[in-house]
T-cell receptor
């Protein structure tokens, strides 16, 4: 089956620093990747959708200058949380899709970000 | 616009009992519906999906769901719960823009 990896699985950083999270599709080409945020005991909230080679589309209320998304290849997308603050602490999950409307999204294992 | 509603944030069953997790959807177009499971500190794993083929969909780990258009429902069931089924379950609908819209989730607790 399709496998999506995320790195790192967890990260702790100081307030004001930037953190990069990688999302890779290991055995398929992902034309579209999605980034979600999940607060404790809550559902997943879509942050942005990225298509390879083009700018990401952000959901309403998500700061594009704070959450930088790059989808430079068909197997890699990165999310950079810039100038992180404690309120950015969350579980970040990516998913990847090969593009057809009915195709499922394959989810990564998530990255736990804690900002001190 | 599409949306999903999961009734019951927590469902508790005894091991061996029937599992029923409820999901109702709203969609102006024929929906694509999904059930995912999430174990603590992990990503989501697809249990099953409905994509306008058979209305009774069988998934992994003994789960199945029935699409009922008249009731706008896609409830998840399993005849006999195992301890390992304890997890968070999310129902989702795919929007016309290919995005997944998730329900609020239901935590399944399995009592020994």
């Amino acid at each position: 089956g399709a496998v999506v990896s995320q790195h790192p699985s967890w990260v702790i950083c100081k307030s004001g620093t930037s953190v990069k999270i990688e999302c890779r599709s290991l055995d398929f080409q992902a034309t579209t990747m999605f980034w979600y945020r999940q607060f404790p005991k809550q559902s997943l909230m879509l942050m942005a959708t990225s298509n390879e080679g083009s700018k990401a589309t952000y959901e309403q209320g998500v700061e594009k200058d704070k959450f930088l998304i790059n989808h430079a290849s068909l197997t890699l997308s990165t999310l950079t949380v810039t100038s992180a603050h404690p309120e950015d602490s969350s579980f970040y999950i990516c998913s990847a899709s090969a593009g057809e409307a009915y195709n499922e999204q394959f989810f990564g294992p998530g990255t736990r970000l804690t900002v001190l | 616009a599409q949306s999903v509603t999961q009734l019951g944030s927590h469902v508790s069953v005894s091991e061996g009992a029937l599992v029923l997790l409820r999901c109702n959807y709203s969609s102006s177009v024929p929906p694509y519906l999904f059930w995912y499971v999430q174990y603590p500190n992990q990503g989501l794993q697809l249990l099953l999906k409905y994509t306008s083929a058979a209305t009774l969909v069988k998934g992994i780990n003994g789960f199945e769901a029935e699409f009922k258009k008249s009731e706008t429902s896609f409830h998840l069931t399993k005849p006999s719960a195992h301890m390992r089924d304890a997890a968070e379950y999310f129902c989702a609908v795919k929007s016309s823009s290919y995005k997944l819209i998730f329900g609020s989730g239901t935590r399944l607790l399995v009592r020994p």
